[in-house]
T-cell receptor, first 115, second 114 residues
Framework: KNQVEQSPQSLIILEGKNCTLQ??????????LRWYKQDTGRGPVSLTI?????NTKSNGRYTATLDADTKQSSLHITASQLSDSASYIC??????????????FGRGTSLIVHP | NAGVTQTPKFRVLKTGQSMTLLCAQD?????MYWYRQDPGMGLRLIHY???????AKGEVPDGYNVSRLKKQNFLLGLESAAPSQTSVYFC?????????????FGPGTRLTVT
């Protein structure tokens, strides 16, 4: 069964500090991995996508890494800001040769940034 | 370009009542999805559609029905609401059935069943 596990479940950090969120998956055959950010009371929005051949990708202060061998990804946030307070969701997609295709969602990491 | 919109934003139902949630997208996406989100559970797929006139069950379909009569609309129905259906409901759409295309989410509908 395809699964996506995220850790930690929640995290509290001080403004300006860095943090790293983890995602482990068992989705196979792997196609790609997305990180979404969900602000309170809003729908998730995609931050970045990682494909099999990519190890690192940055989007501003967000840097995602992927190790396809160990089936792990991380999202590193540099110099956190109050606006980074949100839930971060890891979503993994499998490659399908036919039929419908549905990605697998993790439960998310809730990040709170304190001033 | 409004993206994905959901109607209504909030609703309170009594047990046994019925209602329909409407999702509309203006991006000409083939795929549409309905999720529910509960504390600690993350987003769980209720039903999805791979094109106009087609629907399929997701992870938690019981108690819900859906219809996709037009490509841009995806309706979620609750025939007889139960307190266990109290949740935040999100609709999403994506461009293609091939892997990895970004899902665009609506703002959510907060439903309370008393």
């Amino acid at each position: 069964k395809n699964q996506v596990e995220q850790s930690p479940q929640s995290l509290i950090i001080l403004e300006g500090k860095n943090c790293t969120l983890q995602c482990n998956y068992t989705v196979s055959p792997f196609s790609n991995l997305r990180w979404y950010k969900q602000d309170t009371g809003r729908g998730p929005v995609s931050l970045t996508i990682m494909t099999f051949s990519e190890n690192t990708k940055s989007n501003g202060r967000y840097t995602a890494t992927l190790d396809a061998d160990t089936k792990q990804s991380s999202l590193h946030i540099t110099a956190s800001q109050l606006s980074d307070s949100a839930s971060y969701i890891c979503v993994v997609s499998a490659t399908r040769t036919g039929g419908s295709y549905i990605p697998t969602f993790g439960r998310g990491t809730s990040l709170i940034v304190h001033p | 370009n409004a993206g994905v919109t959901q109607t209504p934003k909030f609703r309170v139902l009594k047990t046994g009542q019925s209602m329909t949630l409407l999702c509309a997208q203006d991006m000409n996406h083939e795929y549409m999805y309905w999720y529910r989100q509960d504390p600690g559970m993350g987003l769980r797929l209720i039903h999805y559609s791979v094109g106009e006139g087609t629907t399929a069950k997701g992870e938690v379909p019981d108690g819900y029905n859906v219809s996709r009569l037009k490509k841009q609309n995806f309706l979620l129905g609750l025939e007889s609401a139960a307190p266990s259906q109290t949740s935040v409901y999100f609709c999403a759409s994506s461009y293609s059935p091939s892997g990895g295309h970004e899902q665009y989410f609506g703002p959510g509908t907060r439903l309370t069943v008393t």
